[in-house]
C-alpha cells in the first residue's frame, strides 16, 4: 500500500484503528479538538465520552483487563493530563496495558506556561512505563505503533504519547508499522532449558510445594491458565491466588486454597509459612502478601517465574529466577517434566495435603448470618450464587468490600475480575465496569462497591447512560470507610477519626436523578429479590444493601505480622492489638 | 535464603539512546526508589548512532545494586547495562578544575604540590592558578584538601569515568 499523506489527526486515526482499536475513553477540550473532527469524520472508531478523565483511564483499563487488548485513552492537554495521572499510575502497578493521548501547547508554546499547559512527559514520567512527546510530525507513525508495542509487549503498562496541536494540524505521510521491531526493548519470552529443568526437579523434589500465583498469568493470555491447570493437576500440588490473580486458577477446583496475604485464607497462608518450595507464577511477593519478610515461608525454597527481571529479588530473595512470558515457560516445563518422566512424592504430597485439610477445617470465611440485619460477607454470596452460571464479570471498589468480594466471589476463569490491587484506588470500580461493559455489551457486569468508594467517582454514572452501558453497582453500604475503620480500631483504639460518611446521599434517589434504577435492601431476606431484580433490568442499576455497619474484615493478618499470627476473628483482635512496628506500616 | 546487608560500591555503565528525557527517566528512577548516586556523568559517545554513555557511582547492599541494574534495564530507551565493578577490572578517571588564590610563599608551595600530583597549571594570574587533574576520585580528593590552606577558591569536577581494562568493548 502506498504511503498517504494526511494530517496528524488521520495518522493517529489511522493507526488506532491498525492497532486494532475499536473504542477509546475520552474528554475533549482545546488541545485536541483537531483529533475530536478526525473522529466525527470517521465511524470504524467509537468514541466514549466520560465525565472526568480519571475516569477515562480506569474505563480503558476495565476494557483491557477483560480482552487482553490495549485500552485506549483520549485526554487534553494541562488539567485533562493531570487528571490521567492516577489512572496511569494505577495501570502502572497493575500491568495494565493502556495507550493514553494527551493533547499538549502547540510546540513553539511549550515552556511558556501556556493556557492549559502542563509538563506533561515530565509527570507521567514516574507512572508510567514509557512516554513519548512528539515533536516532528515524521515521527508521529513510528511513535504510536511503538507506543502500543511498548504497552503490550513484556509486562504491560500504560504508555503517553503527548502530542501538540500544530503537531495534530501538520501534514504528514503515514506509514503503518505495526510490525515493531524496536532497537532496545525486546523483552525475554523463553527461558533456558538448564533452568527449566532445575526447576521441575525441584517440583518433583519438594515434599510440601505450593503454587502461588498472581496476575501474571492473566496477562500472559488464556493458554496461560490452560498451562497452569495442566501442571497443577500433573503435579497435585496446592495452589494459592493473589488478589491481581483470581480466576487464573477455577476458585472452586479442590487443589485451589484461595487467596492469600493480608486477607487471604488460614489454610492458604500457613501453607505459605510452612511450604518447602514455593513456585511463584506471575506474582511479585508485594507486602500485602508476604507480611513480615523476616518470617516470610521460612523454611522454603522458592522458585520465581516472572517477565520482568525487575521483579526478581526486589522483596524476597529466591534460589531460581526464571525470567520469561509465564504461558511459555508453563508450556516448557510441562514438556520437560513430561520428556523426563518425573513423579511426584506421593506419600508426602499426601501428608501434605492431610495438613492443608485440617487448617480448612478451621472454614476461616464462616460468618453469622442471624436476624435480619444483613452481613456484608452473605450479600456478596448471595450475588455469586446468583450470577455465578451467568456470563458475569465483576469490578470493584477499593476497602472491605474488595476484600469480601476476594474471598466469597469464587472466580472460575480469567478475566472476570477487575479490581485496583497495587495502588488501590478508590473509585475504580465503576469506571472499570463501564469500560467492560463497552467492551462486552451483551454481559452481565457488576461493580461491588462500597458507598465510600462510589462517591469517588460517581460522575461516571452519568458515562454510562450516554454510552448505553447497562452496569450494576451493587453498594454494601455501611456509612464508614470500613477497611480505614477497621484499623482504627486494631490500631489507634477505635479512634474513628474522620472515617465515618454523615449526609451520605439517597442512593436511590441518586439513582434515579441519574436516569438509573436504584434498589434498595435493609433487610436480610429481602437481599435475594433484590439481586433478581437488579439482574432483570436492562438498564444501569444502584442496589444500595445496607450491611453490619460493624462488621469487620476477617482472616487478617496485622500489617508488621507473619503468616501464621493471623486474626481469624473479632475475638483474636481483642486479644491481640498491632505491634509498634506494625503501626509505622501501611 | 540469608540476605547479605553489607554496602558495595559499584560503577555501572548504561548506553542509552540520545534522546529528550533519558537523563530525567535515569535521575528519576534513582531519587523514586530511593537509591544514591553518588557520581553521574554523561555525554555522546557514539554520534552516528546517537548513543550517550552514561557512567554511575553508587552504592548499597548486592541486592539493591541488582535491583538498580534491573530496573534501569527495564527502562525504553536503554541500551545496556553494564556493572564494571563486577565484571572486573576497570580503570576510573574523574578531572577536576581546581582554583588557589594566594601570594608569597603559599602560591610556590601550591605549584610544588601539583606538580606533585602531575596537575597541569592551565590558567595563571599574579594571583590565582588554576590546576587541571585527573586520576581516581581519592587522588583528586586529597590534592583539594591540600589545596585548602593555600587559598582554594573554587572546585569544578566532572565526576568519575570508568572503562574495562582488556581489548573488548562493553
Known amino acids: 500500500m502506498a504511503d498517504q499523506q494526511m494530517n496528524g489527526s488521520e495518522i493517529i486515526i489511522k493507526a488506532l484503528v491498525n492497532e486494532g482499536v475499536d473504542t477509546i475513553f475520552g474528554y475533549p477540550g482545546g488541545a485536541v479538538l483537531p483529533i475530536y473532527d478526525a473522529i466525527f469524520q470517521q465511524n470504524q472508531l467509537k468514541h466514549v465520552l466520560v465525565r472526568q478523565e480519571g475516569g477515562a483511564v480506569h474505563m480503558a483499563e476495565g476494557y483491557a483487563r477483560s480482552t487482553g487488548k490495549v485500552g485506549c485513552v483520549l485526554v487534553t492537554s494541562g488539567p485533562g493530563a493531570t487528571n490521567a495521572v492516577t489512572g496511569l499510575t494505577d495501570a502502572l502497578m497493575d500491568s495494565i496495558p493502556i495507550v493514553c493521548l494527551t493533547g499538549q501547547v502547540p510546540t513553539h508554546l511549550i515552556g511558556n506556561d501556556a493556557f492549559q499547559e502542563a509538563d506533561t512527559t515530565g509527570i507521567t514520567r514516574p507512572c508510567t512505563k514509557h512516554n513519548y512527546l512528539v515533536k516532528d510530525i515524521a515521527d508521529l507513525p513510528r511513535i504510536m505503533h511503538e507506543a502500543f508495542y511498548v504497552a503490550r509487549s513484556g509486562r504491560p503498562g500504560p504508555v503517553v504519547v503527548d502530542l501538540p496541536k500544530d503537531?495534530?494540524?501538520?501534514?504528514?505521510?503515514?506509514?503503518?508499522?505495526?510490525?515493531?521491531?524496536?532497537?532496545?526493548?525486546?523483552?525475554?519470552?523463553?527461558?533456558?532449558?538448564?533452568?527449566?529443568?532445575?526447576?521441575?526437579?525441584?517440583?518433583?523434589?519438594?515434599?510440601?510445594?505450593?503454587?502461588?500465583?498472581?496476575?501474571?498469568?492473566?496477562?500472559?493470555?488464556?493458554?496461560?491458565?490452560?498451562?497452569?491447570?495442566?501442571?497443577?493437576?500433573?503435579?497435585?500440588?496446592?495452589?494459592?491466588?493473589?488478589?491481581?490473580?483470581?480466576?487464573?486458577?477455577?476458585?472452586?477446583?479442590?487443589?485451589?486454597?484461595?487467596?492469600?496475604?493480608?486477607?487471604?485464607?488460614?489454610?492458604?497462608?500457613?501453607?505459605?509459612?510452612?511450604?518447602?518450595?514455593?513456585?511463584?507464577?506471575?506474582?511479585?511477593?508485594?507486602?500485602?502478601?508476604t507480611g513480615r519478610l523476616n518470617a516470610f515461608a521460612p523454611n522454603s525454597k522458592k522458585i520465581h517465574i516472572d517477565i520482568d527481571p525487575s521483579s526478581i529479588n526486589k522483596n524476597v530473595v529466591v534460589d531460581l529466577p526464571v525470567v520469561g512470558d509465564v504461558g511459555t515457560i508453563l508450556d516448557q516445563m510441562l514438556r520437560a517434566w513430561k520428556a523426563k518422566g518425573l513423579k511426584t512424592n506421593q506419600k508426602a504430597l499426601k501428608a501434605w495435603w492431610k495438613q492443608i485439610d485440617e487448617w480448612r477445617e478451621r472454614d476461616c470465611l464462616k460468618y453469622n448470618q442471624t436476624g435480619t440485619v444483613i452481613k456484608p460477607q452473605y450479600a456478596i454470596e448471595r450475588l455469586y450464587e446468583a450470577t455465578k452460571d451467568r456470563d458475569c464479570y465483576i469490578t470493584t471498589e477499593v476497602g472491605q468490600h474488595q476484600m469480601w468480594a476476594a474471598q466469597y466471589y469464587k472466580f472460575d476463569e480469567p478475566k472476570r475480575?477487575?479490581?485496583?490491587?497495587?495502588?488501590?484506588?478508590?473509585?475504580?470500580?465503576?469506571?472499570?465496569?463501564?469500560?467492560?461493559?463497552?467492551?462486552?455489551?451483551?454481559?452481565?457486569?457488576?461493580?461491588?462497591?462500597?458507598?465510600?468508594?462510589?462517591?469517588?467517582?460517581?460522575?461516571?454514572?452519568?458515562?454510562?447512560?450516554?454510552?448505553?452501558?447497562?452496569?450494576?453497582?451493587?453498594?454494601?453500604?455501611?456509612?464508614?470507610?470500613?477497611?480505614?475503620?477497621?484499623?482504627?480500631?486494631?490500631?489507634?483504639?477505635?479512634?474513628?477519626?474522620?472515617?465515618?460518611?454523615?449526609?451520605?446521599?439517597?442512593?436511590?434517589?441518586?439513582?434515579?436523578?441519574?436516569?438509573?434504577?436504584?434498589?434498595?435492601?435493609?433487610?436480610?431476606?429481602?437481599?435475594?429479590?433484590?439481586i433478581q431484580e437488579m439482574i432483570s433490568i436492562d438498564r444501569p442499576v444502584i442496589a444500595d444493601i445496607w450491611v453490619d455497619q460493624k462488621e469487620n474484615c476477617f482472616p487478617m493478618i496485622p500489617s508488621g505480622a507473619a503468616h501464621n499470627e493471623m486474626l481469624l476473628g473479632p475475638d483474636d483482635e481483642a486479644e491481640q492489638s498491632g505491634s509498634e512496628e506494625g503501626m509505622v506500616l501501611v | 535464603m540469608v540476605v547479605d546487608s553489607t554496602i558495595e560500591?559499584?560503577?555501572?555503565?548504561?548506553?542509552?539512546?540520545?534522546?529528550?528525557?533519558?537523563?530525567?527517566?535515569?535521575?528519576?528512577?534513582?531519587?523514586?526508589?530511593?537509591?544514591?548516586?553518588?557520581?553521574?556523568?554523561?555525554?555522546?559517545?557514539?554520534?552516528?548512532?546517537?548513543?550517550?554513555?552514561?557512567?554511575?557511582?553508587?552504592?548499597?547492599?548486592?541486592?539493591?545494586?541488582?535491583?538498580?541494574?534491573?530496573?534501569?534495564?527495564?527502562?525504553?530507551?536503554?541500551?545496556?547495562?553494564?556493572?564494571?565493578?563486577?565484571?572486573?577490572?576497570?580503570?576510573?578517571?574523574?578531572?577536576?578544575?581546581?582554583?588557589?588564590?594566594?601570594?608569597?610563599?603559599?602560591?610556590?608551595?601550591?605549584?610544588?604540590?601539583?606538580?606533585?600530583?602531575?596537575?597541569?597549571?592551565?590558567?595563571?594570574?599574579?594571583?590565582?592558578?588554576?590546576?587541571?587533574?585527573?586520576?581516581?576520585?581519592?587522588?583528586?580528593?586529597?590534592?583539594?584538601?591540600l589545596m585548602v590552606p593555600l587559598g582554594l577558591v573554587d572546585v569544578s569536577r566532572t565526576g568519575v569515568v570508568a572503562i574495562a581494562r582488556g581489548k573488548s568493548a562493553l
Open chain 1, 167 to 289: 503537531i495534530l494540524m501538520a501534514m504528514g505521510t503515514y506509514k503503518n508499522l505495526t510490525q515493531v521491531e524496536h532497537k532496545t526493548y525486546q523483552p525475554r519470552l523463553k527461558a533456558e532449558k538448564n533452568e527449566i529443568e532445575k526447576a521441575v526437579a525441584m517440583i518433583a523434589a519438594a515434599k510440601k510445594p505450593l503454587f502461588y500465583c498472581g496476575g501474571g498469568v492473566i496477562n500472559s493470555g488464556l493458554k496461560a491458565s490452560k498451562q497452569l491447570d495442566r501442571l497443577i493437576k500433573l503435579t497435585g500440588a496446592p495452589v494459592t491466588l493473589t488478589l491481581m490473580g483470581l480466576g487464573a486458577y477455577p476458585a472452586t477446583d479442590k487443589q485451589f486454597l484461595g487467596m492469600l496475604g493480608m486477607h487471604g485464607t488460614y489454610e492458604a497462608n500457613l501453607a505459605m509459612h510452612d511450604a518447602d518450595l514455593i513456585v511463584a507464577v506471575g506474582a511479585r511477593f508485594d507486602d500485602r502478601v
Open chain 1, 417 to 530: 475480575w477487575m479490581t485496583s490491587g497495587g495502588l488501590g484506588t478508590m473509585g475504580y470500580g465503576l469506571p472499570a465496569a463501564i469500560g467492560v461493559q463497552v467492551a462486552h455489551p451483551e454481559s452481565l457486569v457488576v461493580d461491588i462497591s462500597g458507598e465510600a468508594s462510589f462517591l469517588m467517582n460517581m460522575q461516571e454514572m452519568s458515562t454510562a447512560v450516554q454510552a448505553r452501558a447497562p452496569v450494576k453497582v451493587f453498594i454494601t453500604n455501611n456509612q464508614y470507610m470500613g477497611m480505614v475503620r477497621q484499623w482504627q480500631e486494631l490500631m489507634h483504639g477505635s479512634r474513628y477519626s474522620e472515617s465515618y460518611t454523615d449526609a451520605l446521599p439517597d442512593l436511590v434517589k441518586l439513582a434515579e436523578a441519574c436516569h438509573w434504577v436504584g434498589l434498595r435492601a435493609t433487610k436480610a431476606d429481602e437481599v435475594d429479590d433484590v
Open chain 2, 9 to 145: 560500591r559499584h560503577t555501572i555503565a548504561v548506553l542509552v539512546d540520545n534522546e529528550a528525557g533519558v537523563l530525567a527517566r535515569v535521575i528519576g528512577l534513582f531519587s523514586g526508589r530511593g537509591y544514591n548516586i553518588e557520581s553521574l556523568t554523561v555525554a555522546e559517545t557514539d554520534t552516528a548512532d546517537a548513543i550517550s554513555r552514561i557512567t554511575v557511582v553508587t552504592s548499597g547492599t548486592p541486592q539493591i545494586i541488582e535491583q538498580i541494574k534491573a530496573q534501569l534495564n527495564r527502562l525504553v530507551p536503554v541500551h545496556r547495562v553494564v556493572d564494571l565493578t563486577a565484571e572486573g577490572a576497570n580503570v576510573e578517571r574523574e578531572l577536576a578544575l581546581v582554583k588557589v588564590a594566594g601570594k608569597g610563599d603559599k602560591r610556590v608551595e601550591a605549584l610544588r604540590i601539583a606538580d606533585i600530583f602531575r596537575a597541569r597549571a592551565i590558567d595563571s594570574t599574579n594571583e590565582s592558578f588554576v590546576f587541571e587533574i585527573s586520576g581516581a576520585t581519592e587522588k583528586l580528593n586529597a590534592f583539594i584538601d
